[in-house]
């Protein structure tokens, strides 16, 4: 008999023992030399915790608002493409085991259930994100269709103008299959004989001419709030508020799209600095343990974003639920050994970067 996994990474190694290798791959791997996936994760385990002692942490409040909607933790479902690569009941599963654990799903725009389907699994709180196609009517008619089915706001990703090379996609000839929010709308199931057949179908509708304006566009079609997701820059982040955003994600894409860019969490502080609290700041990338989670906050995130498909596809909604309770749980230990009580007692002053390490020793 198998033991129970007891961290999220296990969640990862039963997952490749069950998926097909082209979905484990998919869902794994980064960009070309997959550097930003590795530092991702490294550049957290450069970061120290500051613990404070003799703090009364006999009750531990995790619990936080985004957008003024409430959830248990700081951590929520980041968006993930077709869910039902990993497990047959798909994003549906993912809804009920994040409704399960009082927090709010990220639906992937990519989603192998319907909007319908999802919204109508279980009532949460839900986000939708979005990808523009260059056909802006299709877009339109998702965030429409989400908005009517109860979703919150809509997550729009930015960092995509063209698909990242994904080289083990490329090597497995990845097939897109067809999507049921598109159907009677586009085909999404493209073969490329050359490569990934997923890179195929992004070519062929990802609107590679985004800019600015989109915000306003967007504004034009629904009254839901608007997120960007992927921003990196001070630049960007200041832009984005211009615009009149109402959060940002700093976000390098789970390191698919551009290799070599930075770990998330190295500029999570550049943006919110930019931002200076104009609109929430929320983070993903790198997210492994309730330390990672601790560290974020601690840097100026007010909630972090966590792919479950290895636990959905390890042990369905049982698995999203278990990995986002490990989590938890962990944030939970962090907190009390650190004497952090409530979420709002984390500070800057509880975290050592690599750079002011550096800078003590000069």
């Known amino acids: 008999m198998e033991s129970e996994p007891v961290n999220v990474k296990e969640f ?18 980064g960009a070309e030399d997959q550097y930003t996936l590795k530092q991702n994760v490294e550049a957290f385990q450069r970061i120290t915790i500051r ?43 993912t809804a ?27 009532n949460a709180v839900r986000f939708f994100q979005l990808y523009v196609f260059k056909r802006r009517d299709i877009s339109a008619q ?29 090597k497995n000839k990845m097939v897109a299959p067809q999507l049921k929010n598109f159907e009677g709308l586009l ?67 789970g390191a698919r799209q551009l290799d070599y860019s930075p770990a998330t969490i190295s500029v999570l502080e550049e943006v919110v600095h930019a931002v200076g609290g104009k609109v929430p700041v929320l983070f993903d990338g790198g997210i492994r343990r309730g330390t990672d989670v601790f560290k974020a906050l601690a ?18 909604e049982y698995g999203v639920r278990r990995v986002l309770e490990m989590l938890k749980d962990e944030l939970e230990l962090t907190m009390a050994l650190s004497g952090c009580p409530r979420l709002q007692d984390i500070t800057r002053r509880h975290v050592r970067t690599e750079q002011e390490r550096l800078h003590s020793m000069l």
């Not at 062929?204 to 989109?214: M, N």
């Not at 079609?221 to 615009?243: C, F, N, Q, Y």
């Open 299 to 316: 840097l100026g995130a007010q909630a972090v974003g966590r792919p479950v498909v290895y636990g959905l596809a390890a042990k369905g």
């Open 187 to 253: 085909s999404t199931a493209v073969n490329s004989n050359d490569g990934s057949g997923l890179e195929a179908y992004a070519n062929e509708t990802f609107d590679s001419s985004l800019c600015w304006e989109v915000i306003g566009w967007l504004r034009s079609i629904t009254s839901l709030p608007i997120l960007v997701k992927g921003v990196l820059t001070h630049e960007d982040a200041r832009m984005a508020v211009e615009a009149g955003v109402d959060g940002i994600v700093v976000s390098n894409h």
């Open 96 to 122: 009920r085991g994040a409704a399960a654990c009082n927090t709010i799903m990220i639906l992937s725009y990519n989603s192998t259930c319907t909007v319908e389907e999802v919204a109508s699994s279980c």
């Open 142 to 170: 998702l965030v429409q269709r989400a908005e009517k089915s109860g979703f919150k706001a809509v997550v729009l990703t930015v960092d995509a103008p063209r698909l990242g090379r994904r080289e083990a996609d490329i």
């Open 12 to 29: 990862q190694e039963l997952a490749k023992q069950v998926l097909p290798k082209m979905y484990y791959d998919y869902y794994a791997g």
């Open 51 to 93: 613990p404070r002692i003799l703090v009364d942490v006999s009750r531990i409040d995790m619990s936080t608002t985004v957008l003024g909607h409430e959830i248990s933790a700081p951590i929520m479902v980041a968006p993930t493409a077709m869910h039902q690569l990993a497990h047959s009941e798909g994003e549906v599963a």
